[in-house]
């Protein structure tokens, strides 16, 4: 009786401890589930994953011409993009702004006007749709650069977010692109053309101004003697 005791008890040990590590096991496995359906949601939210970026890329132009960059938004996929800002920055040194419009753009709604200031080096937008947008290659905005001087000019965004259309507002940015252009010297203007000289044809005949006999006689009757001074 005293041995069998001791088993009974180990016995029930040895089935407690068992019961402990399903419930654990059941408990890692329900965690391992919820975690795994967390990341497919997260997954097929972020596919592919958003971008702004700028076209043309790079370019060069002389200075005092004005040229166009496009911001344009890749929504990346999975359920698009509703809303989309952003801060541009650029070398004021070589770049000035002449204008920001958002015509053509995809989205229809704004908190503001797209601005920019020649001072900072800046330009800020932010706009969004009621609907999403899952295309790519769409405009956001139109920046008219004009070339100041001669060397090279960087443009890059110092902020932006794209916000998923998942009801939740998740921002997808996952690349933000940069541009690079260069500002030649202006041409140099042509200098005017040189006249020919009028061929030679000898001396002037006598009696005559050029080559030309003018037969005209040029009198004064109040300033008859043309060696004296008058006043």
Do not use: C
Request: glycine share 12%; hydrophobic share 40%.
């Amino acid at each position: 009786m005293q041995f069998y005791l001791p088993f009974k008890e180990r016995i029930k040990k040895v089935l407690f401890s068992t019961g402990r590590r399903k419930i654990a096991a059941f408990a890692i496995f329900g965690l391992l589930v919820l975690f795994g359906a967390w990341q497919l949601e997260r997954v097929f939210v972020l596919a592919g994953g958003a971008r702004l970026y700028f076209s043309p890329a790079s370019g060069s132009y002389s200075e005092g011409k004005t040229f166009t960059v496009s911001v344009l938004l890749d929504s990346g996929g999975g359920v698009g993009v509703n809303a989309a800002d952003g801060a541009v920055s650029f070398d004021a040194n070589y770049l000035s702004v002449s204008s920001v419009t958002k015509d053509g753009s995809v989205f229809s709604l704004w908190t503001s006007d797209p601005s920019f200031s020649n001072s900072k080096g800046t330009v800020t937008f932010s706009g969004g749709n009621p609907s999403a947008y899952s295309d790519s290659g769409g405009v956001v905005v139109k920046i008219v650069f004009k070339a100041l001087k001669a060397g090279s000019a960087s443009v890059s965004f110092s902020a932006a977010t794209a916000l998923a259309a998942d009801g939740k507002g998740t921002n997808v940015l996952s690349d933000m692109g940069k541009a690079s252009f260069t500002v030649n010297p202006a041409a140099s203007a042509p200098p005017p053309p040189t006249a020919s000289p009028a061929p030679d044809t000898g001396a002037a005949p006598e009696g005559s101004s050029g080559g030309f006999d003018s037969g005209i006689t040029i009198t004064s009757p109040s300033h008859a003697d043309p060696n004296k001074w008058y006043a």
